[in-house]
């Protein structure tokens, strides 16, 4: 476990990574934090400053000086912020006038922490720093071994961190290379540590206070490790973000289980949330070039399968809940810069989905009906943006491709879920598709709601005439979520627990018309059912988007119906 926990923390960063960690850490080894880890402000060689006992018992000032990777002849006095300019400054200013009245008759320890090691060419001035300064404060290194046998004493403790969840966490490692992996081991680690059983309701005997918030640490720590894990040697990095979307999501639903919410937020979930903002760019990063790559996902433009097809719909699923989740960050009063930066990230995101989209050409077929939910998520992100006109063209494609397959019964979206079937009965093989999944569709209604939203006229009566004369045994239908929603959302698929149908659709001649319908979706329960969102009211706009993709729970008609309103608002 030690040299797991090695791996892990040398892949960490200095700033808003191995810095976020120590505090943890130093809580948990009974010091009480005197000042955190800030950015942008001058703190004088002090990263991280915390009053606590030492090993004889007696009180003392705690400065921890975080440095990342090893520390040699560069990193020890050329550099701006090298460690004796750090450890300098700490006895020329901050000692001097940063101090609390409490802690100036404190003895001082000074920790140089790295997730590296101390390299011979600096041992002889390490050892004379620490002579100099010897009848002033004691002066200690924490290296990649001290540190991770802390992690593992005061993080990963056997009353904390047991035999089982250390078994299923190698197990997890093991298998994070393997694309098919459901990561089970991790998800149990997760359950047990926040004590849910397998549908999400609180077991027995469940944590309160602090040993709930050190379980949190557990969740995100064992979230972090293997997600770190999977981005080394060319690990699949997508097995490392739905984990950590895993955790983020199931450590939320057990805040909505507990009285504790303000304690839990503004600690281990924010972290977690960190966690995960963090990973976004990894992904990004690995998978960028085929986004901008012509036909990445196939040998020439019109070649797809359905495998190809489920990739595809994956992809435009991830780059529209990451382009949503940045657009809703929350955002502090009068930060303007900070609005700034995540709309450029949205605009980054939607640039590669826009790109991904035009470069392969199965991006316009569907093969299950489920995916209607990634098209919804894809058009919402792009309206965000104001990629109105790009939205309305591949709306357009989409529609023309579904009509068709409807028509020649080739190429169906499936209205099930068993991908076994698919190849035999769903037309994607060169035979027709068969009566049991040509009955249902959801992918269809979605495309008459976003042709009003798009004012895409000749579309919808398009999709009209299709529904009326050449596909009129398919019911077309929406799910419509009830006021038990919130209860599942963040656990497990929302829709097949909670929740109604709203079918079949009969499709009215009109676009006005079916606008009107819309409308009274907005007015009725169904829009009161989703008004409740303890995301939206912790300003986490953001998650719920996740939570749909994450467990394919389609995006309820309300939430992107409700563009319609902010239209009529503009229009008046």
């Not at 009353?159 to 969840?165: E, R, Y």
């Not at 097949?496 to 659709?505: E, H, K, N, R, W």
Request: proline fraction near 4%; hydrophobic fraction near 40%; aromatic fraction near 10%.
């Amino acid at each position: 476990m030690k040299l797991i926990i090695a791996e892990y923390l040398r892949t960490l960063r200095e700033r808003d990574e191995l810095d976020r960690l120590l505090p943890d850490l130093l809580v948990e080894m009974g010091y009480k934090l005197v000042a955190r880890p800030q950015t942008g402000n001058r703190q004088y060689g002090v990263d991280i400053a915390a009053r606590g006992e030492n090993d004889d018992g007696q009180e003392e000032l705690l400065l921890l000086v975080v440095k990342r990777g090893d520390i040699g002849s560069s990193e020890w006095d050329t550099k701006p912020q090298s460690v004796r300019q750090s450890i300098n400054e700490i006895f020329d200013v901050y000692l001097r006038s940063h101090l609390e009245p409490r802690d100036e008759e404190l003895p001082k320890h000074i920790v140089l922490v790295t997730n590296g090691e101390l390299k011979q060419t600096v041992l002889a001035n390490w050892c004379g720093l620490v002579s100099e300064y010897e009848d002033k404060a004691k002066i200690e290194f924490w290296g990649i071994d001290t540190i991770s046998s802390y992690v593992e004493e005061y993080l990963l403790d056997e009353h904390v961190f047991h035999d089982d969840d250390r078994h299923d966490l190698r197990r997890a490692l093991a298998l994070s290379g393997d694309s098919e992996y459901n990561r089970k081991d991790l998800h149990r680690i997760f359950r047990r540590a926040l004590d849910l059983d397998e549908k999400g309701n609180l077991t027995e005997e469940s944590k309160t206070g602090k040993n709930l918030l050190k379980a949190m640490r557990i969740v995100n720590l064992s979230a972090q490790i293997y997600a770190n894990w999977s981005l080394l040697k060319d690990g699949d990095s997508r097995q490392g973000l739905l984990a950590l979307e895993r955790a983020l999501l199931w450590s939320w639903h057990r805040i909505q289980l507990t009285d504790s919410n303000k304690d839990v937020v503004k600690g281990p979930f924010t972290s977690i949330w960190s966690s995960y903002t963090r990973y976004i760019p990894e992904y990004f990063s690995r998978l960028m070039p085929y986004y901008f790559t012509p036909n990445s996902l196939s040998r020439s433009p019109t070649y797809g399968g359905a495998e190809t097809s489920l990739v595809a719909f994956e992809q435009i699923g991830f780059l529209a809940s990451f382009a949503v989740f940045m657009a809703l960050q929350p955002i502090s009063p009068n930060q303007d810069s900070e609005r700034e930066y995540w709309f450029q990230q949205l605009n980054s995101a939607c640039d590669a989905l826009v790109a991904f989209i035009d470069n392969n050409g199965i991006c316009t077929s569907p093969c299950l009906d489920s995916h209607s939910q990634d098209i919804t998520l894809a058009l919402f992100a792009l309206m965000l943006a104001g990629r109105i006109e790009f939205a309305q063209g591949w709306l357009k494609r989409l529609f023309r491709n579904i009509d068709y397959s409807y028509k020649s019964k080739n190429y169906v979206p499936i209205a099930i879920e068993s991908l076994e079937d698919l190849p035999d009965e769903g037309g994607w093989l060169g035979d027709h598709a068969s009566k049991r999944m040509m009955e249902m569709s959801w992918t269809l209604a979605t495309i008459a709601g976003w042709c009003v939203i798009l004012d895409l006229e000749d579309v919808y009566k398009a999709l009209v005439e299709g529904a009326t004369q050449d596909y009129p045994n398919t019911c077309i239908q929406l799910w419509h979520p009830e006021d038990d929603f919130y209860q599942h959302l963040y656990f497990r698929p929302a829709h097949f627990v909670s929740g109604v149908s709203q079918a079949p659709i009969e499709l009215p001649p009109s676009i006005e018309e079916y606008k009107k319908q819309m409308m009274q979706i907005l007015e009725s329960d169904f829009a009161k059912a989703i008004s409740g969102s303890p995301a939206v009211k912790s300003r986490l706009l953001g998650l719920d988007f996740i939570a749909f993709r994450h467990f394919s729970t389609p995006v309820p008609p309300a939430t992107w119906y409700g563009i319609l309103r902010q239209e009529n608002d503009l229009d008046s």
